[in-house]
């Protein structure tokens, strides 16, 4: 289903409730809310304000939440973000990977191939390519508490000749740092010093120059997970960044930081706090990670297009092929292990009642693009 814009909401909603009544849930993963009364208030809200992907825990829960709800006989779950790319193929690659149990790179290729995702944000490969990898394999996480003591940028945009920055640091609550009044000449390094700044989960760090005219041009940004830190530096190059301006090709970004107690002037109870936290928040992943597999095996997943809600739009695209051919070549994927295959057969024939339930993923019927908000848009295009 696209972005229910203000201009065809109400059509949008009479269809989905008279097709499906009380049977469809819809989660919104854009950074815009809407009237949800109208669709029976059946609409789960997550926001986060300039992420490129939701945040880790974040999609296993609505993986979890999904799972339950389409266990249920007639159930089908909406997932849309703003123009339905990023964070919906973000979450729909893993929730693929969860119930077909393929790679989440195959998934992700899969599903952005039927969103026409073409140029993902680099934010958004990283989760897929090391995080999620990292995470459904099952490996151990970083429960060592991590503070930022600098970030480090080895030069400014190549366009400028002096460099305002506005620098912060977010996470999914809000912003934990921010700095600006730094003027930076061309060919200078510009370095952040954080007092010893306690991150944890998943973190943004943003940047924009100030214009004369105090306008905010966006720099750069980019996303990381503390769960997945295991040295006390790590370097961003050019082609790590979600950016919209140009660097030279040997620009770099480091940011150094302390991993367990490693800072003396800690109370006993500090540490054993930031200890604690840490643990739990890996703690509630790997436990939210088994609950899904364990959900998973129960379900039948169908996902399809729908296009009929598209004759309620002002514009419409040409339909999409439903995925039914590409399912069948993962299942083909699968039986090439044939260990696999038999443990799937047996879990598969215990169960006394199968549930084939149905995922609605809707394309973007617009073929104008949507108007953005700056870098807080999670499918902003990648000027370079």
């Not at 996480?141 to 003591?149: A, F, G, S």
């Not at 040997?250 to 054993?272: A, M, P, Q, T, W």
């Not at 930031?274 to 899904?292: A, F, N």
Request: proline share 3%.
């Amino acid at each position: 289903m696209p972005f229910p814009k203000q201009e065809y909401i109400v059509q949008v909603s009479q269809y989905l409730n008279r097709k499906y009544g009380h049977h469809y849930y819809i989660w919104n993963l854009s950074e815009h809310d809407y009237t949800r009364e109208l669709f029976q208030n059946q609409v789960s809200m997550h926001s986060y304000i300039g992420f490129a992907c939701p945040p880790l825990y974040e999609l296993l829960l609505i993986c979890k939440c999904i799972l339950e709800w389409i266990q249920h006989e007639g159930n089908i779950a909406i997932v849309h973000c703003q123009q339905n790319k990023g964070r919906s193929a973000m979450l729909l690659s893993i929730f693929w990977s969860l119930v077909f149990k393929t790679s989440i790179q195959e998934s992700f290729y899969i599903i952005a191939k039927a969103l026409g995702l073409t140029s993902p944000l680099k934010s958004q490969l990283m989760y897929i390519h090391k995080y999620l990898t990292h995470l459904l394999s099952n490996e151990q996480l970083n429960t060592q508490t991590i503070r930022v003591k600098s970030v480090i940028l080895s030069g400014i945009p190549k366009q400028l000749e002096q460099f305002k920055p506005y620098f912060s640091i977010l996470d999914r609550r809000g912003t934990l740092y921010e700095e600006k009044g730094q003027v930076i000449q061309k060919n200078e390094q510009c370095i952040f010093i954080l007092p010893n700044l306690q991150i944890s989960n998943d973190i943004v760090f943003r940047c924009k120059h100030i214009t004369p005219e105090n306008d905010l041009i966006p720099i750069f940004r980019f996303q990381i997970h503390t769960g997945f830190l295991f040295k006390n530096i790590i370097r961003f190059q050019v082609s790590d960044l979600d950016f919209q301006q140009s660097f030279d090709d040997d620009f770099y970004i480091d940011i150094v930081y302390l991993r367990g107690h490693e800072n003396k002037n800690l109370h006993d109870s500090e540490k054993l706090n930031y200890d604690q936290q840490s643990q739990e928040g890996y703690q509630m992943i790997k436990q939210l990670l088994d609950t899904c597999q364990m959900m998973s095996l129960n379900v039948k997943l169908q996902l399809f297009q729908e296009n009929d809600i598209t004759n309620y739009m002002p514009e419409h695209p040409q339909p999409i092929q439903k995925l039914e051919q590409v399912e069948e070549v993962v299942e083909q994927n699968q039986r090439k292990d044939s260990f696999q295959e038999k443990e799937t057969q047996q879990v598969v024939q215990n169960q006394s009642l199968q549930q084939e339930e149905t995922l609605v993923q809707g394309n973007e019927v617009d073929k104008k693009q949507i108007e953005q908000d700056g870098d807080d848009d999670d499918d902003d295009e990648i000027i370079i």
